[in-house]
């Protein structure tokens, strides 16, 4: 049974660019989370997308947004990259419907922007 | 802002036990702790949580004080593969409330 899967796994991109992540969840799970992490720091919270919308978002700006599909992948879209976007990015997946499911994380993206 | 303080590194010895304390005194009601840890270049990992019974699984056991402004996670026997980041979370009991991570407890196995 396959658990959360990101991709890539490594990205470098230039200052101004824009870059998309990738993320299927763990099997049976439809609810889909985005965190950062900055070096040294917690993960902090992005959004979450359910049912294809985003249901709740955190203090990240416009730049962020994201997408989910059908079979409950999802995508994190960063626009005009600036260089404090250096981050590791986490996708996180759990069953919706079930209160309290434990979050399941994916290894992460590691970002850099130079 | 994270709602838990925990002290930022700890040691233990290899074959001991690891007891990881976490102050949440400003806990609701209606609040899970949560512990999950963080080795090296991989994502969080889940650890167990409780709402004010005393917990175990097979990865480690979760004590919370009858006030529940308090908890200690116990790893029973800790090996080198225990090393990482260990987080305290508190979370709302209401659907897929998202995680508020703080800086966490840097253990460290030593053989």
């Known amino acids: 049974d396959a658990g959360v899967t990101q991709s890539p796994t490594h990205l470098i991109k230039t200052r101004g660019q824009q870059v998309t992540l990738r993320c299927s969840p763990k099997?049976?799970?439809?609810?889909v989370s985005w965190y950062q992490q900055a070096l040294g720091q917690g993960p902090q919270f992005i959004f979450q997308y359910y049912e294809e919308e985003e249901r709740q978002r955190g203090n990240f700006p416009d730049r962020f947004s994201g997408h989910q599909f059908p079979n409950y992948s999802s995508e994190l879209n960063v626009n005009a990259l600036l260089l404090g976007d250096s981050a590791l990015y986490l996708c996180?997946?759990?069953?919706?419907?079930?209160?309290?499911?434990?979050?399941?994380f994916g290894n992460g993206t590691r970002l850099t922007v130079t | 802002d994270a709602k838990t303080t925990q002290p930022p590194s700890m040691d233990c010895a290899e074959g001991r036990a690891a007891n990881l304390p976490c102050n949440h005194s400003?806990?609701?009601?209606?609040?899970?702790v949560y512990w999950y840890r963080q080795i090296h270049s991989q994502g969080p990992q889940y650890i167990i949580h409780?709402?004010?019974n005393n917990e175990t699984n097979e990865m480690a056991s979760l004590i919370i004080t009858e006030d529940r402004k308090s908890s200690t996670l116990i790893l029973p026997h800790a090996t080198l593969r225990d090393t990482a980041v260990y987080y305290c979370i508190v979370r709302r009991n209401s659907g897929n409330t998202p995680l508020v991570f703080g800086k966490g407890t840097r253990l460290s196995v030593i053989a």
């Open positions: 996180a997946s759990s069953p919706r419907g079930a209160r309290n499911s434990p979050l399941h």
């Open positions: 099997s049976g799970h439809d609810t």
């Open positions: 400003t806990i609701s009601g209606n609040e899970y």
């Open positions: 409780g709402l004010k």
